[in-house]
Every structure is written in structure tokens, then in C-alpha cells.
């Protein structure tokens, strides 16, 4: 709605299939973007591969990358020109700050960008920077501990009785699975999932209902947060679009914090019922 009143023109695939990239180049094809794993269905797309797409249309590709975090993957090694991530998240790690960043490994391609940004005034102050700089501190340990989280409440919330369909990439039989494996080094604290009745009433009992679980729109902080994607971070995107993209009024997307795991799962258990 604001770059395509320059005749810039975007097209939306399902980036999980190369196919569709595959289809969808032109040749003005400037920019392929793509976010693996993707918010908030956890969908996996093969970087190497759209890279190898992006090189022979002659464009760049760009890579959200702010679900998995450049502790657990490194999309510029798989190809990728440019790394985004919302510092916001895993990169501050505490929830106080709001950040983004890009990254590149070429001097022409970060000078243009830098120009941008200075030109334009998106410059963070300093003490914003110190708050991402002392997050960065700890990634290694904290992803460690929302990754080994995630999985016991993945493998827990999958067993619940009424818990319709938990999406995750570290199950074996999930579709990006194979991908995830090879070109991540974990499967990350980021989990969604449907509940068996998917009412409105039932849904908003369960968002209520947690205690250690608190309901905002953020992700990636120490403490564990519980998201309804359709009321709340996907709200902008009409019903019909949400639910054609998978995306139902049932969602619940979890990111799953630092606190003690069986003290999550006993809250989610009890909010769950």
C-alpha cells in the first residue's frame, strides 16, 4: 500500500515450494523475501535453494530471520545477500527495546543500504543499541534454553487430548522437517497450535487463563509469551486471506521462554483444562 505507488510490484508465494519462486521471477525480479521458519505457521523454505533461484535472475535475496536467530541459522553461509532480523526479539532478548537490523557480507551493498538509513533518519539511539549489544550477550545460552523449552511442550501440547494440531518444525514427520534439519542447528522456542474446540468463547478462556504465560504480541523475550494471531499480530490481514493461508481463527502461537519447562507445561495444562 505505500511502495507500490512507485510501480513497484510485489507478488506473494508460498516460498516453501521453489516451484512457485521459480514461477513467480521476471525478468524485472529485483528482490526475492522470504522468512523461514515462517510467523506464526512455522513453515520451513530451503535457503540454498532460493538462492540459487535469486543468483540466476540476477536479484537479491533477503531473509527474515528473526524466528531462528543467527544462533541457530546463518542464511548469508546458505547464500542469502541480506539477513533481517527484528532485534526486538531473540537479538535484545528482554522484551525493552524495539530494533531492527540488517546484514550483508558485501562493502557496495552496505554502503547503499547505510545511505538509506542515514539518509533517512532510521537510526536507533544509543542507549537502544546498548540493550540489544548486552542481549547478544547471552543468545547462545537463552536459545539453548527456548529450544530445549520448546520441544518438551511441543511433544507435550501434541499429546493433549484437546489439542487438534501443534505446528513445530522439530517433528519428524513435519513437512520442512528434512530442511530445518540441515540448515538449522536447533528447532527453536516458537511453537502454534489449534485447539480441538475452536470457538471464541473457548479460545479466549484458554488466552486468559494462563498465569506464567503472559498474552502479548511480541516474541523472543526471556519470560514466555501467548499470542491470538487472528486478533492480534495477523489482525490487519482480511479473514478470507488468514484462513486461505492456513492461518484459522483458532491459532494460538506460543513463544516459549526461559522459566522451568514443567512449570510451563503445568500452566498451559491447566489453562488447556
Known amino acids: 500500500k505505500v511502495w507500490e505507488r512507485y510501480n513497484i510490484k510485489f ?34 523454505t530451503d535457503i540454498e535453494t532460493i538462492a540459487v533461484i535469486a ?18 541459522q546463518n542464511p548469508i553461509d546458505l547464500g542469502a545477500d541480506i539477513v533481517m532480523h527484528s532485534a526486538t526479539k531473540y537479538l535484545g532478548g528482554h522484551s525493552d527495546v ?11 551493498l552496505r554502503e547503499k543500504l547505510y545511505f538509506i538509513q542515514k539518509s533517512c533518519g532510521a537510526v536507533p539511539g ?13 543468545l547462545h545460552v537463552r536459545m539453548r534454553q527456548h529450544c530445549e523449552n520448546g520441544e518438551k511442550i511441543a511433544h507435550w501440547l501434541r499429546k493433549h ?3 487438534a494440531k501443534v505446528y513445530w518444525p522439530g517433528f519428524e514427520d513435519s513437512a520442512g522437517y528434512a530442511i ?49 494471531p487472528a486478533s492480534m499480530t495477523h489482525a490487519s490481514i482480511p479473514k478470507e486471506e488468514r484462513i486461505k493461508n492456513g492461518l ?26
Not at 544509543?126 to 547471552?138: A, E, H, Q, S, Y
Request: negative net charge; contains cysteine.
Open 11 to 44: 507478488i506473494f508465494v508460498d516460498t516453501t515450494n521453489p516451484a512457485n519462486v521459480q514461477a513467480a521471477v521476471t525478468k524485472n525480479t529485483k528482490l526475492i523475501w522470504l522468512e523461514t521458519p515462517t510467523n506464526p505457521l512455522m513453515n520451513i
Open 55 to 72: 543468483k540466476s535472475a540476477n536479484a537479491l535475496l533477503c531473509v527474515d530471520n528473526t524466528f531462528a536467530s543467527p544462533y541457530l
Open 126 to 138: 544509543p542507549m537502544d543499541c546498548f540493550l540489544v549489544l548486552r542481549g547478544i550477550k547471552t
Open 98 to 108: 524495539i530494533q531492527g537490523c540488517l546484514m550483508m557480507n558485501d562493502a557496495a
Open 161 to 163: 487430548p484437546k489439542v
Open 248 to 273: 484459522s481463527e483458532g491459532l494460538i502461537r506460543l513463544s516459549v521462554g526461559i522459566e522451568d519447562a514443567d512449570d510451563l507445561i503445568a500452566d498451559l495444562n491447566k489453562a488447556i483444562g
Open 180 to 228: 530445518a534439519k540441515k540448515q538449522m542447528r536447533g528447532f527453536g522456542g516458537m511453537i502454534s497450535f489449534e485447539l480441538k474446540d475452536e470457538s471464541e468463547k473457548e479460545v479466549k478462556r484458554v488466552l486468559s487463563a494462563t498465569h506464567l504465560f503472559s498474552l502479548a504480541e511480541s516474541l523472543g523475550g526471556v519470560e514466555s509469551l501467548i499470542n491470538h
